[in-house]
């Protein structure tokens, strides 16, 4: 069930990103033609529902694979021969989102070709025809043209290649499948279909690097705030439309003794307190969290803590602030969870220590602000889970990565084991176990996982270094459950 | 199975364990071979000192082997061309090893104290540094002319950040516990600049118990599971007459001595004619031996007490070995480098063997400079501060020739005045075991282990 799940999910890449010199930080909402993921879905109970469509399935794949073989074939003795797609036209009877689909499907096989550079140039797919980003075709070597028609009870896929160095068609291949009535229903799904679907990459922004959290809470005036934490600063945004508009930064200062680390991470809190805004802000590059209360439009810091909070939860009718505290300068936490009484911002008392494992990433879920769980990914890349009371749960077989989020005690989003290429996993946990329902690709490393809200949508905010980050940049993204 | 291949065999089980790899584990230990320090006082006047007092000290700058320069005590740096200041601010809340602040003043004292050192470097870097002030978190130094390039001069594996406290230290690592004879471990500094480094420790080890995981050693001494790298260095060993009054017969005996104690060790040290490289230097030194008879004859009416620079104690075994089985009653005595210039102005000592690490890329004239500063000692006159004042004219002449032929003329002094003769090369590879990776080599040929991790952590 989870290898079906997560083939069902593979989410095109998203819009992206830009900072720009007005310090927006600008997002493209993926087109309409990219938020597949219901049909897929849809796809895959169908195929579950009805064995029989996976058979059918087949001859669309087969076709594909057959076009993406002669592809593979045409650039064998070529190397790093930069091809896209620039011509989709659909004389056949499939429906639009069916060739979006088949595109998907075509273009993830040449992406495989080692020989060719492919980009992915399609912006939309409507009437029959793929509406394309030409601007970028002066920059290819070789383009793909695609026509579907309809012979008879077939479909036939023409392909032509074309030299833009030659100007001229240098090969063209055209082939045929006899697709059953399943595999066009399949296929010819519509995205309405159903609502019930998993979640997707919603936007993706170009951040500064060693962003370690992302928090939300509603502004003065209503609009939310998105607050970025960097290790000497908090940067404060707000929505307008795709964008994020810088507002306001607040510099942080840490005192001695200071940890210079190699790789940043932090957590970030922000709650309501007596209708004040207090903020915490704690990392591995220093022994204590800072407390900060706004006041006046002005950040004081009330209270230095000896770990790092990450939720405030009520105990037996009394708030607490829940944290852990990490190995200084490392990556990873220390085997204690912390309680500290919380009735006034500038008090530091009474801590309790609770032992856990030593980990990499830790997260607590709740329900109604009562402890439901405590989520670790240990030291040997194993997730654990603890009860409210600190009964230890079966450790998981499988490696997990090293970055996890619970969302509400709903849902919990943990990295891939991997390097390089990773993926997140998106887990249901109402039931109180690990039920994997969805997955999707990451574009480089998961830095962090943070569970928040992005334009009333809940989700996770999901960091990235990508593989040859350049200009000091790293990539943010939001995932969510668009329907929610 | 051909051993040639063994690296590659190696490495496949290595990239599988890398890619399973998510977080950079923290911890472990490596161990290093290398001559046991005295005291934990900056010395690199030899390779395994230099690679030792980097594990310890942080530099101010780091030259890679590229060619790019880093740093990780500053925030930034740039030069002022109006004021003709090189401006480096310090990044904030730095600690030495003990959690005792680092500020611009240890900075500017750190600089001050290299540039008082008896050095090429600091004194090349002394000919354009007119002042050197502390601003809150920015040192600022004033120079006396343009000199965008002073960078470079900056790079000098000498100049690191000293603290007041000898107990404190700057570099990723700091002394934990030193067992003599045996090994030193280091523990990391958890207040590094760079970033506090994966490992948890590094053991130095002394003796030859076991296999380290890194050493040095000669090229091309193929080993399994070790990778070598080009340290880019040489050392030279010379023999060199602190006194006036040596007599020439002695100095020739000496000399025929320790030709013939290489000779009988099966030519174990690369002969060296030439006060740099043989295969650099315009001119080859030829001093001519004598007979063996003759040379027991002056060394036995001679009474010679031979001091050897401890960087050279891996000479100790095998000299004192020859000198028995010759019957010759020679002295010899190990003095740590540091000592060695307290001694210069006594009598003590007139026959010491001194060592000299050189960069191969270096410029032959940057060399025969350095030989003349650092190794005339209390010889150092007005001749060869006029010598090196035309070396330094000829350079920006862009005349090889001239180059060439100053050079010539400046070891053929050296060599007639008679007060360092030099005897063998040493060449040097770094070997480093597979199974650790990120292990940089800088332009110095130092390995820097701050991202040094195990494979399969």
């Given at each position: 069930?989870?290898?079906?799940?997560?083939?069902?999910?593979?989410?095109?890449?998203?819009?992206?990103?830009?900072?720009?010199?007005?310090?927006?930080?600008?997002?493209?909402?993926?087109?309409?033609?990219?938020?597949?993921?219901?049909?897929?879905?849809?796809?895959?109970?169908?195929?579950?529902?009805?064995?029989?469509?996976?058979?059918?399935?087949?001859?669309?794949?087969?076709?594909?694979?057959?076009?993406?073989?002669?592809?593979?074939?045409?650039?064998?003795?070529?190397?790093?021969?930069?091809?896209?797609?620039?011509?989709?036209?659909?004389?056949?009877?499939?429906?639009?989102?069916?060739?979006?689909?088949?595109?998907?499907?075509?273009?993830?096989?040449?992406?495989?070709?080692?020989?060719?550079?492919?980009?992915?140039?399609?912006?939309?797919?409507?009437?029959?025809?793929?509406?394309?980003?030409?601007?970028?075709?002066?920059?290819?070597?070789?383009?793909?043209?695609?026509?579907?028609?309809?012979?008879?009870?077939?479909?036939?896929?023409?392909?032509?290649?074309?030299?833009?160095?030659?100007?001229?068609?240098?090969?063209?291949?055209?082939?045929?499948?006899?697709?059953?009535?399943?595999?066009?229903?399949?296929?010819?799904?519509?995205?309405?279909?159903?609502?019930?679907?998993?979640?997707?990459?919603?936007?993706?922004?170009?951040?500064?690097?060693?962003?370690?959290?992302?928090?939300?809470?509603?502004?003065?005036?209503?609009?939310?705030?998105?607050?970025?934490?960097?290790?000497?600063?908090?940067?404060?945004?707000?929505?307008?439309?795709?964008?994020?508009?810088?507002?306001?930064?607040?510099?942080?200062?840490?005192?001695?003794?200071?940890?210079?680390?190699?790789?940043?991470?932090?957590?970030?809190?922000?709650?309501?307190?007596?209708?004040?805004?207090?903020?915490?802000?704690?990392?591995?590059?220093?022994?204590?969290?800072?407390?900060?209360?706004?006041?006046?439009?002005?950040?004081?810091?009330?209270?230095?803590?000896?770990?790092?909070?990450?939720?405030?939860?009520?105990?037996?009718?009394?708030?607490?602030?829940?944290?852990?505290?990490?190995?200084?300068?490392?990556?990873?936490?220390?085997?204690?969870?912390?309680?500290?009484?919380?009735?006034?911002?500038?008090?530091?008392?009474?801590?309790?220590?609770?032992?856990?494992?030593?980990?990499?990433?830790?997260?607590?879920?709740?329900?109604?602000?009562?402890?439901?769980?405590?989520?670790?990914?240990?030291?040997?890349?194993?997730?654990?889970?603890?009860?409210?009371?600190?009964?230890?749960?079966?450790?998981?077989?499988?490696?997990?990565?090293?970055?996890?989020?619970?969302?509400?005690?709903?849902?919990?989003?943990?990295?891939?084991?991997?390097?390089?290429?990773?993926?997140?996993?998106?887990?249901?946990?109402?039931?109180?176990?690990?039920?994997?329902?969805?997955?999707?690709?990451?574009?480089?490393?998961?830095?962090?996982?943070?569970?928040?809200?992005?334009?009333?949508?809940?989700?996770?905010?999901?960091?990235?270094?990508l593989p040859h980050d350049q200009d000091d940049q790293s990539v943010l993204q939001f995932w969510g459950k668009r329907n929610e | 199975m051909n051993r040639q291949k063994l690296p590659a065999v190696f490495a496949l089980p290595l990239v599988v364990l890398f890619i399973f790899a998510i977080k950079p584990h923290y911890g472990g230990e490596i161990s290093v071979k290398l001559n046991e320090p005295t005291t934990f006082t900056l010395n690199t006047a030899n390779y395994s000192n230099l690679i030792l007092y980097s594990l310890i000290y942080e530099n101010f700058f780091y030259l890679q082997k590229d060619g790019t320069i880093t740093t990780?005590?500053?925030?930034?740096?740039?030069?002022?061309?109006?004021?003709?200041?090189?401006?480096?601010?310090?990044?904030?809340?730095?600690?030495?090893?003990?959690?005792?602040?680092?500020s611009a003043k240890n900075i500017q004292q750190s600089l001050k104290m290299f540039l008082g050192a008896n050095l090429f470097a600091a004194s090349k870097l002394n000919k354009v540094i007119k002042n050197i002030r502390s601003v809150e978190n920015q040192i600022l130094v004033e120079l006396l002319t343009d000199k965008a390039d002073i960078l470079d001069l900056m790079t000098a594996p000498e100049l690191v950040v000293l603290a007041e406290n000898e107990q404190s230290f700057s570099g990723p690592f700091y002394p934990d516990e030193w067992e003599k004879n045996h090994h030193l471990t280091l523990k990391a500094n958890p207040f590094y600049a760079g970033g506090r480094t994966y490992l948890d420790a590094v053991k130095i080890v002394f003796t030859d118990e076991t296999l380290p995981d890194v050493f040095l050693s000669s090229p091309k001494s193929l080993r399994e599971n070790f990778q070598e790298f080009d340290s880019g260095i040489f050392q030279n060993i010379y023999l060199c007459f602190l006194q006036g009054d040596v007599g020439q017969n002695t100095k020739i005996a000496l000399y025929t001595l320790l030709k013939r104690f290489n000779e009988a060790s099966g030519f174990k040290y690369r002969e060296l004619n030439t006060l740099t490289s043989d295969e650099e230097s315009p001119v080859a030194i030829q001093i001519k031996t004598i007979t063996e008879r003759r040379m027991a004859s002056i060394l036995k009416s001679s009474d010679i007490k031979l001091y050897i620079l401890a960087s050279l104690s891996f000479l100790e075994k095998d000299l004192t070995a020859f000198l028995k089985?010759?019957?010759?009653?020679?002295?010899?005595?190990?003095?740590?480098?540091?000592?060695?210039?307290?001694?210069?102005?006594?009598?003590?000592?007139?026959?010491?063997?001194?060592?000299?690490?050189?960069?191969?890329?270096?410029?032959?004239?940057?060399?025969?400079?350095?030989?003349?500063k650092e190794s005339s000692f209390n010889q150092f006159n007005v001749k060869y501060l006029r010598m090196l004042g035309e070396l330094d004219e000829v350079k920006y002449s862009n005349s090889q020739e001239l180059l060439m032929e100053q050079i010539a003329r400046i070891s053929e002094a050296i060599i007639n005045d008679g007060f360092i003769f030099p005897l063998f090369q040493k060449q040097y590879s770094l070997y480093i075991r597979n199974v650790w990776q990120a292990v940089e080599v800088d332009y110095y040929g130092r390995p820097l282990f701050q991202k040094a991790r195990k494979a399969n952590d």
């Amino acid at each position: 069930m989870k290898k079906v799940a997560q083939q069902s999910c593979e989410v095109p890449c998203g819009g992206i990103r830009a900072l720009d010199s007005k310090f927006k930080i600008c997002s493209k909402k993926p087109t309409n033609f990219r938020i597949c993921y219901k049909a897929l879905t849809w796809s895959l109970l169908m195929l579950l529902l009805f064995p029989v469509f996976v058979f059918c399935q087949s001859a669309t794949e087969a076709m594909v694979q057959e076009a993406a073989d002669h592809v593979r074939d045409f650039f064998k003795d070529k190397t790093a021969s930069r091809v896209a797609v620039v011509q989709f036209e659909n004389y056949s009877e499939l429906t639009d989102l069916a060739m979006q689909k088949i595109y998907q499907l075509l273009t993830a096989r040449l992406e495989n070709d080692k020989n060719i550079s492919v980009s992915d140039l399609l912006l939309n797919f409507a009437n029959g025809r793929g509406d394309f980003n030409v601007s970028k075709v002066n920059e290819l070597d070789y383009l793909l043209y695609l026509r579907f028609i309809q012979n008879k009870s077939k479909i036939g896929i023409g392909m032509m290649i074309f030299s833009r160095w030659q100007d001229k068609l240098v090969s063209i291949k055209y082939c045929e499948k006899n697709l059953g009535p399943g595999e066009r229903e399949l296929l010819n799904v519509r995205n309405f279909a159903f609502s019930e679907m998993g979640f997707s990459k919603l936007s993706e922004f170009a951040t500064k690097k060693n962003l370690m959290d992302v928090q939300s809470t509603p502004g003065a005036d209503g609009q939310t705030q998105y607050f970025f934490y960097y290790p000497d600063e908090i940067v404060i945004y707000t929505a307008r439309e795709d964008r994020l508009e810088k507002q306001t930064a607040t510099k942080l200062n840490w005192s001695r003794p200071l940890y210079p680390v190699l790789h940043y991470h932090g957590k970030l809190l922000l709650f309501l307190f007596n209708h004040e805004l207090i903020m915490t802000v704690g990392g591995n590059f220093s022994s204590n969290a800072q407390m900060l209360t706004l006041r006046d439009n002005v950040w004081l810091e009330t209270a230095k803590i000896g770990f790092v909070p990450f939720k405030k939860l009520i105990f037996n009718g009394n708030s607490y602030l829940v944290g852990a505290s990490y190995d200084e300068g490392k990556n990873f936490f220390t085997d204690k969870i912390y309680f500290m009484p919380f009735s006034d911002p500038a008090v530091v008392s009474g801590i309790i220590e609770r032992k856990a494992f030593p980990a990499y990433a830790i997260d607590f879920s709740t329900q109604e602000d009562q402890l439901q769980g405590i989520h670790l990914i240990d030291r040997n890349y194993r997730y654990r889970l603890l009860t409210a009371d600190f009964n230890e749960t079966a450790p998981e077989p499988e490696p997990k990565g090293a970055s996890l989020s619970a969302g509400d005690g709903q849902w919990l989003a943990i990295s891939d084991y991997s390097r390089q290429t990773d993926r997140i996993f998106f887990y249901d946990i109402k039931a109180g176990g690990l039920r994997p329902v969805y997955s999707g690709k990451i574009p480089g490393e998961i830095q962090f996982i943070s569970a928040g809200v992005w334009q009333n949508t809940k989700g996770f905010w999901v960091g990235c270094q990508l593989p040859h980050d350049q200009d000091d940049q790293s990539v943010l993204q939001f995932w969510g459950k668009r329907n929610e | 199975m051909n051993r040639q291949k063994l690296p590659a065999v190696f490495a496949l089980p290595l990239v599988v364990l890398f890619i399973f790899a998510i977080k950079p584990h923290y911890g472990g230990e490596i161990s290093v071979k290398l001559n046991e320090p005295t005291t934990f006082t900056l010395n690199t006047a030899n390779y395994s000192n230099l690679i030792l007092y980097s594990l310890i000290y942080e530099n101010f700058f780091y030259l890679q082997k590229d060619g790019t320069i880093t740093t990780h005590v500053f925030e930034d740096y740039r030069f002022d061309a109006g004021s003709k200041t090189l401006i480096l601010t310090l990044k904030e809340n730095l600690s030495f090893s003990n959690g005792k602040p680092l500020s611009a003043k240890n900075i500017q004292q750190s600089l001050k104290m290299f540039l008082g050192a008896n050095l090429f470097a600091a004194s090349k870097l002394n000919k354009v540094i007119k002042n050197i002030r502390s601003v809150e978190n920015q040192i600022l130094v004033e120079l006396l002319t343009d000199k965008a390039d002073i960078l470079d001069l900056m790079t000098a594996p000498e100049l690191v950040v000293l603290a007041e406290n000898e107990q404190s230290f700057s570099g990723p690592f700091y002394p934990d516990e030193w067992e003599k004879n045996h090994h030193l471990t280091l523990k990391a500094n958890p207040f590094y600049a760079g970033g506090r480094t994966y490992l948890d420790a590094v053991k130095i080890v002394f003796t030859d118990e076991t296999l380290p995981d890194v050493f040095l050693s000669s090229p091309k001494s193929l080993r399994e599971n070790f990778q070598e790298f080009d340290s880019g260095i040489f050392q030279n060993i010379y023999l060199c007459f602190l006194q006036g009054d040596v007599g020439q017969n002695t100095k020739i005996a000496l000399y025929t001595l320790l030709k013939r104690f290489n000779e009988a060790s099966g030519f174990k040290y690369r002969e060296l004619n030439t006060l740099t490289s043989d295969e650099e230097s315009p001119v080859a030194i030829q001093i001519k031996t004598i007979t063996e008879r003759r040379m027991a004859s002056i060394l036995k009416s001679s009474d010679i007490k031979l001091y050897i620079l401890a960087s050279l104690s891996f000479l100790e075994k095998d000299l004192t070995a020859f000198l028995k089985k010759n019957n010759l009653k020679i002295e010899t005595l190990f003095i740590d480098d540091s000592q060695m210039m307290n001694f210069l102005n006594s009598t003590a000592i007139q026959y010491v063997l001194i060592d000299k690490i050189f960069q191969t890329k270096i410029p032959i004239e940057e060399k025969i400079s350095r030989i003349l500063k650092e190794s005339s000692f209390n010889q150092f006159n007005v001749k060869y501060l006029r010598m090196l004042g035309e070396l330094d004219e000829v350079k920006y002449s862009n005349s090889q020739e001239l180059l060439m032929e100053q050079i010539a003329r400046i070891s053929e002094a050296i060599i007639n005045d008679g007060f360092i003769f030099p005897l063998f090369q040493k060449q040097y590879s770094l070997y480093i075991r597979n199974v650790w990776q990120a292990v940089e080599v800088d332009y110095y040929g130092r390995p820097l282990f701050q991202k040094a991790r195990k494979a399969n952590d």
